[in-house]
């Protein structure tokens, strides 16, 4: 039998034969082929043009072999397993290292080597500081450029492939011209693709379009919220905090518990005082027989025990078979037929089982699938239980803000995890059944913060109390959104909160259920799209609604028809394929100056829709109008009013007339 000590030197020797063969192969190719040679010293000077490009620390250089690099290994497949992540993870460090030791010229296959190996590590913050701090700063810069260069060509490809062909509609940039536009629009259009090369990619005017054509009243499309949450006004135990259906019943139940739990401790207490009482009783009928002899007293004692219990046994035996059974030593209990026969009155229970969170039972949910959403994406580090102190003094301060935002942006990440492991997960099984997933599309490489960089955004100073809160949700999440704190910034957390106050959407409840009155302990000042068509019991984000643009004359209104977070686009005129869909983010009751002075200062944009033009024309007519009978006022008051001069000659002594008597 072969030791393995004898296949291990095999093995070695083996190796080192085949090195050494390939290098003499290498060096007689070198010597004899010139076509050989000539690929080397083009591969030679290639390397040394980018190194050199590196070492310059030109970014439209670096961006340019970062380009080059990412289009090498476009097609390229990564692993999907953890097993063979895992291998390949090592296997790409181990050749980005080896290169660096090569030298400059080595630099760019290195840093495609570190880039690959990023690609596959589950925390890539994490991995960025790593190579930050142990790898060449050419190498570094290489590696973040190719980040970036992946990033900008993944916006650039978005809009293609999102959103997915069976939501019947499409976000189009309004400035840009298609084929059929004339050659000036397709020059600007090139110049603007040029210009685009170098900065960042930017989101243009954007809008939603339909690409089918719909009646009044029908619905367009359907759509999940990404993140919710409940207004604080709403937070009262009559809404899922999931989903946001109402619960109406849960409020009711808590009252009733509540009251049972006093009813039963009240009923407790009553008893005990009885029991007192029949004890006291007892001692005091045990003092007055004490007075005879205590032998005599004993025996007594005796037969009369003993008595009782046969003749309440024998009483017992002889009563009703439904009476209780007795046993010597238990309670003498006996109900009457008439007790049994009609049972007794209960409160009849008209509420449901309230599913709770079991840990600080302050939200409800509707379903137990709800509250395992929940608590698998964000509320297992928001729950407020007496145990986690972060999550309480976060939910204090937030509250304090009188701010939603902070809330949507702890759901916010912990959703953008839950759901990247739900895909991975998919996945894997995926790859172990050998088949795709039905419910894999183009759209699902993108992950949740990838689709809200491609969505307008307020610029927002920050406020007094987002250090604090940014410091607080920073410790609250950090454990189970690894690479958090690094991540998010003061203007990055910014930037989310002016994200939120464009996109976000005030989420209508059911008209059956009273909801409390905004009060000053429940106002909010984040800003919400909201018609006013009913009462607002939540806000939540979109990731496709949040590109429909304003009118103050709509042909489409988000609707809830379950009553939840899911929304629906519903029809208001007759959408024509093409058609641009637009919403009101106000009241369009309101009149027009206020709708203006509101859309202005809230969102930083002018209406010019068609029902503000006429509008506006009507208000302008309305106060020419209105000055012409005021200047026409003005003029007739002037005129029946006497002159200066006129006013002097009344004030002087009229002249008398001659008569023909006086000149006479």
Not at 70 to 79: F, G, R, T
Not at 422 to 430: Q, S, T
Not at 474 to 483: F, R, Y
Not at 635 to 649: A, M, V
């Amino acid at each position: 039998m072969v030791s393995g000590k004898t296949v291990a030197i095999a093995a070695t020797v083996t190796a080192a034969v085949a090195g050494l063969s390939y290098i003499a192969y290498f060096d007689y190719k070198r010597r004899h082929d010139r076509t050989f040679r000539r690929k080397l010293k083009r591969d030679r000077k290639k390397a040394q043009k980018k190194a050199d490009g590196v070492s310059k620390s030109s970014p439209d250089a670096i961006n340019d072999i970062a380009l080059e690099l990412l289009n090498e290994i476009a097609n390229d497949k990564l692993p999907v397993s953890a097993e063979d992540k895992e291998k390949f993870f090592l296997a790409q460090v181990s050749k980005g290292e080896t290169m660096c030791g090569a030298g400059p010229s080595a630099y760019p296959l290195a840093a495609c080597h570190f880039f690959q190996a990023l690609k596959v590590y589950p925390n890539p913050v994490e991995l960025v500081m790593i190579y930050q701090k142990t790898t060449p700063t050419e190498v570094f810069k290489l590696v973040m450029a190719m980040m970036a260069q992946e990033v900008r060509q993944k916006q650039m490809r978005y809009f293609d492939v999102f959103p997915p062909p069976e939501k019947n509609v499409q976000i189009k940039d309004k400035n840009k011209i298609d084929a059929k536009a004339d050659s000036k629009a397709k020059e600007k259009k090139a110049a603007s693709a040029e210009s685009d090369k170098s900065g960042d990619v930017v989101v243009p005017s954007r809008a939603l379009f339909s690409i089918k054509s719909f009646d009044e009243g029908e619905s367009i499309y359907e759509e999940e919220a990404v993140v919710s949450t409940l207004l604080p006004r709403a937070q009262n135990g009559q809404f899922c905090d999931n989903c946001m259906k109402a619960v109406p019943n849960a409020a009711q139940q808590r009252t009733e518990e509540t009251t049972d739990k006093s009813e039963t401790a009240e009923k407790a207490e009553s008893e005990e005082a009885d029991s007192a009482e029949k004890i006291e009783k007892a001692d005091d009928k045990e003092e007055k027989e004490t007075s005879g002899p205590i032998e005599e007293k004993k025996d007594d004692d005796a037969e009369t025990t003993e008595k009782s219990f046969a003749e309440v046994a024998k009483e017992a035996a002889a009563s009703d078979e439904n009476t209780t059974p007795l046993t010597e030593g238990s309670e003498v209990f006996v109900e009457s037929k008439e007790e049994i026969d009609s049972p007794k009155e209960t409160k009849p229970s008209t509420v449901s089982n309230v599913i709770d969170c079991e840990k600080c039972h302050k939200v409800v949910y509707c379903s137990e699938k709800c509250r395992q959403d929940a608590y698998d994406a964000y509320h297992q580090f928001l729950c407020a239980n007496s145990d986690n102190t972060q999550a309480r003094e976060f939910a204090e301060l937030a509250k304090e803000s009188h701010e939603l935002a902070p809330i949507l942006i702890a759901k916010f990440f912990g959703v953008l995890v839950d759901r990247e492991k739900k895909k991975e997960l998919a996945r894997a099984l995926g790859s172990l059944s050998g088949s795709k997933n039905a419910d894999e599309s183009d759209a699902d490489e993108y992950t949740v913060w990838e689709h809200l960089e491609c969505m307008r955004y307020l610029e927002l100073i920050p406020s007094a109390t987002d250090a604090a809160i940014l410091d607080k949700l920073g410790k609250l999440i950090s454990t189970n959104v690894p690479g958090f704190t690094e991540f998010i910034s003061g203007d990055r957390y910014t930037m989310l909160k002016g994200k939120l106050d464009y996109n976000a959407y005030a989420v209508h409840g059911s008209a059956d259920i009273e909801i409390p009155a905004e009060t000053e302990a429940t106002h909010v000042s984040d800003t919400i799209r909201d018609d006013h068509s009913a009462t607002p019991v939540g806000i939540s984000l979109y990731l496709i609604s949040s590109h429909i643009t304003h009118s103050c004359d709509p042909n489409v209104q988000i609707v809830f028809p379950d009553n939840t977070s899911k929304a629906a686009i519903k029809a208001l005129k007759p959408i024509t394929k093409g058609d641009e869909l637009r919403v009101s983010f106000v009241d369009t009751s309101l009149d027009v100056e206020t709708r203006q002075k509101l859309l202005k200062n809230t969102y930083r944009f002018t209406c010019e829709c068609d029902k503000c033009k006429t509008d506006l024309a009507a208000v302008a007519a309305n106060k020419n109008e209105d000055d012409k009978e005021d200047s026409n006022a003005a003029g007739n008051s002037e005129k029946q009013q006497p002159s200066e001069t006129e006013k002097q000659e009344a004030d002087e002594p009229a002249e008398h007339e001659s008569s023909p008597e006086d000149e006479n």
